[in-house]
Structures are given as structure tokens and as C-alpha cells.
């Protein structure tokens, strides 16, 4: 049934997804309302889910310290927790420790639920094993954030031949799904060219879980007991291999050296961090920041002169970064320093919603710096392109029916 509401009356759902709230960087946001969205709509949910650990890559509740399983509720909904693996270093073999010990302890929860329907969320392709092998010829969707394969190759994770049997196998599991969900349509060509059925697959537009706070710059960095006159550059979420950090250092020495008033914070963890912050050592102008709550995040982005978006040298087509659902909340102009060939300049430039410049030159990055700071009619023009673009790619009524939608056409499935 279609319409300004579908209705999920009597379909249950089994969401099987290792990163799941708490945890408030990375896919989970993006996860948790699915499951809000189906129970909204009169559906009813089974999560198979993973111990919190990101972006810290670490198990910091103690809950979860010891024992395999844990049955616990969320709403309305029954969540099951595994304590897979989480390697301290998550490169190809602790992807693989992660990937194989998650599907492993999953799969038999995806198999006992009694629900009609499994939805698997990637990035963890053993989200889509467990998915598979607990299916029992129900109908299976798959949410796609990440292309693991390709961001295996493009993190630097792996090397080409490794990463190509990785999206092999991605792309064969993905074929066998009854519909595909896609956060970009710029993902579709690549699924069909590797071929996942066109008319499997469909748009799932990323929820925004941020809303504006509605502080001016001085009110929030009050707030924040932030340095008012510097201009201040903010990069919130994961440290990680994807974003590239380290290629900013060199512009933040050169801003240091020539006497340039300007301060990057970067807000969050991942597993570059530590190494980001030695490398980071001596250079005053640079500020890590722990992850904060969801109630200050808002806060973060309003006390910034301009919001950073990074993406490592190579990033073209495995993902789109989450914190544009934040950022472009924010009122504040987004620089992204991202690959010319890449999907995310491509959705950005198409609404005019930052100043993009290549990743990893800093002189590039620092003369849009320069740009921002004294052109107050850029500033107006890219603000009002990230408006365009949330209103656009980011709406939560659009991103809440097309998730109903989608779970309807799947329960509908398995009775043509």
C-alpha cells in the first residue's frame, strides 16, 4: 500500500547490522531509525547487532567486556548483541577477524527470527553472510553505505587484488539480494555494471539525525569556552584511513609558519588518531577533541567558522561521508578537500555545497581557506547550496517513507 504513509501493520522485520546505537558516528545513526522508522509505521522489529566499539575501536562498556551473547530491548524492539571481535588495528586482518566472527556469531540469531523479512546493513559484508546463510528463502534487502571492496583498495586497506576479491564477493552476495538499497543513486551504475539487477535496486536516502542548535558562532564558542577571533576549522567523526587526515598536517604547518589566524579541530576517534596526534605533535594550531554527546555535537558545528569534510587521495566511489547530514544542518560553509573524480565532489558541485578543493594540496586548501574568510558572498552562496542539498538528498519524511517502501515491496515478495 502506497502513500503519504505506508502501512507496515503485521510485517516483522530482522535488521542484522554490527554497528547499531549507541554509537553515534559511522553507519549506526544511519541504522537506528530503520528500525524507528518500521516500528513507526506498525511493524515490528528483531535487531542482531554488535557490541558498541566505534569509532574508539575499542569495548569501553563493561557490560560487554565478557560473554558471547546478550538479549536485551531497544523500544519496542528486540536487540540481540554478539561480542565479535574488535582488532586495536583494524587493517585486513582485523577486518577479517571482525567481519568473520560477526557473521559467525549472527547467523544463528538471523536463522531462530521469526521474522518475515531480513534486512542487512552494510559496511560489514559479514553482515550480509549472516544475512544470507539465516535467510531460510525469506526475502532478503540489503542497505548499502559503503562499497567494500572498493574501500578496501581506496582506504588503503588492501592492495588491488586483495580488494578485488573482496568486491567480487561483495558484488555476488549483493546480486542475490531480493532489493538493494542504495544512500546515492551514484551507486546504482556501479551495482548494475557488476551485476546487481537495475530494477533491484532502489534509493534509501541517509536520515539526518542533527538538527540545527540555533546558536551563533559567539554564543556556541562561549559555550564551548572556545578562542573567539581565530577562524576555526571543524572536522568531526572518524579518524580513520578513509579521511585522510594526515594529508592536512602540511597545511596546517604552512598556516603556522606564515602567521595564518586559523585553528583546525578535529573532533572524534578512529584508529588513526594516535598516530595522526604524534605526527600532529608540535603544531599549535591543531586541537583533537574526544567524541562528544549528541546534545553538544550541534553545538561543535555552530561555533565553526568552516565545517571540513576530508577524504584520503583516491576515495572516488566507496561511500559518501555521513556528516553531511550534520553539516549541512549547520548554516556553516563546508570546505570539502576530496577527490576530483569522486562521488562526493560530484553530489556537492551539483548543488553548489562547498568549496571543494583536491585533497591533499595544501596550498589548494588554504587559498579556499582564504576564499571563505574574506568573501562573504561565497560563504552565503555555499551555505545556501548545503540548504539546497539537505532539503533535496536529506529529508527525513522522504528518507522515512522510502524506507517503508522498501520494506513493504520486500514483505509484498514473498508473496508473488
Request: net charge neutral; aromatic share 4%.
Amino acid at each position: 500500500m502506497r502513500g503519504s504513509m505506508t502501512d507496515l501493520s503485521g510485517v516483522s522485520v530482522c535488521v542484522v547490522a554490527c554497528n547499531y546505537r549507541p554509537e553515534s558516528t559511522g553507519s549506526a545513526p544511519l541504522t537506528a531509525p530503520i528500525v524507528d522508522t518500521v516500528i513507526e509505521a506498525g511493524g515490528a522489529v528483531d535487531v542482531v547487532a554488535g557490541v558498541p566499539h566505534y569509532p574508539q575501536w575499542r569495548v569501553q562498556d563493561d557490560r560487554y567486556r565478557w560473554g558471547l551473547r546478550w538479549h536485551e530491548t531497544d523500544g519496542s524492539a528486540k536487540l540481540t548483541r554478539v561480542r565479535h571481535a574488535v582488532p586495536r588495528q583494524p587493517g585486513l586482518w582485523g577486518r577479517a577477524r571482525i567481519e568473520s566472527s560477526f557473521a559467525a556469531l549472527s547467523t544463528p540469531f538471523v536463522r531462530t527470527s521469526s521474522a518475515d523479512v531480513v534486512i542487512a546493513v552494510t559496511p560489514l559484508v559479514g553482515a550480509m553472510v549472516a544475512a544470507l546463510a539465516g535467510r531460510r528463502g525469506r526475502p532478503l534487502g540489503v542497505v548499502v553505505h559503503d562499497l567494500s571492496g572498493d574501500g578496501a583498495e581506496q582506504s588503503g586497506t588492501a592492495g588491488a587484488g586483495i580488494a578485488r576479491l573482496i568486491g567480487a564477493a561483495e558484488y555476488r552476495m549483493l546480486a542475490r539480494a531480493t532489493r538493494v538499497g542504495v544512500i546515492t543513486p551514484r551507486f546504482s551504475p556501479i551495482l548494475a555494471e557488476h551485476g546487481v539487477r537495475a530494477d533491484r535496486i532502489t534509493s534509501l536516502p541517509i536520515f539526518p539525525h542533527v538538527v540545527t542548535s540555533g546558536l551563533t558562532r559567539d554564543d556556541a564558542r562561549r559555550r564551548l569556552g572556545w578562542d573567539q577571533g581565530t577562524m576555526t576549522v571543524v572536522h568531526t567523526g572518524n579518524i580513520g584511513m578513509k579521511q585522510g587526515l594526515e594529508h592536512l598536517l602540511p597545511a596546517a604547518h604552512q598556516a603556522e609558519v606564515t602567521d595564518l589566524d586559523v585553528r583546525f579541530v578535529l573532533v572524534g576517534d578512529g584508529n588513526q588518531r594516535a598516530a595522526l596526534e604524534a605526527r600532529a605533535a608540535g603544531l599549535r594550531n591543531v586541537q583533537f577533541i574526544d567524541p562528544i554527546s549528541d546534545e553538544d555535537y550541534p553545538v561543535v558545528l555552530a561555533a565553526a567558522d568552516v565545517l571540513l569534510l576530508h577524504e584520503r587521495p583516491g576515495v572516488e566511489n566507496m561511500s559518501l561521508p555521513s556528516k553531511l547530514t550534520s553539516y549541512v544542518t549547520a548554516h556553516r560553509p563546508i570546505l570539502a578537500a576530496v577527490d576530483s573524480g569522486g562521488i562526493t565532489k560530484a553530489l556537492l558541485d551539483s548543488y553548489g555545497a562547498a568549496v571543494t578543493t583536491q585533497t591533499g594540496d595544501a596550498n589548494a586548501l588554504l587559498e579556499a581557506l582564504g576564499r571563505l574568510r574574506n568573501d562573504p558572498g561565497l560563504v552565503a552562496e555555499v551555505v545556501g547550496g548545503a540548504e539546497k542539498m539537505r532539503v533535496a538528498e536529506f529529508g527525513a519524511e522522504q528518507a522515512r517513507e522510502c524506507v517503508r517502501n522498501f520494506v513493504h515491496d520486500l514483505a509484498s515478495s514473498a508473496n508473488s
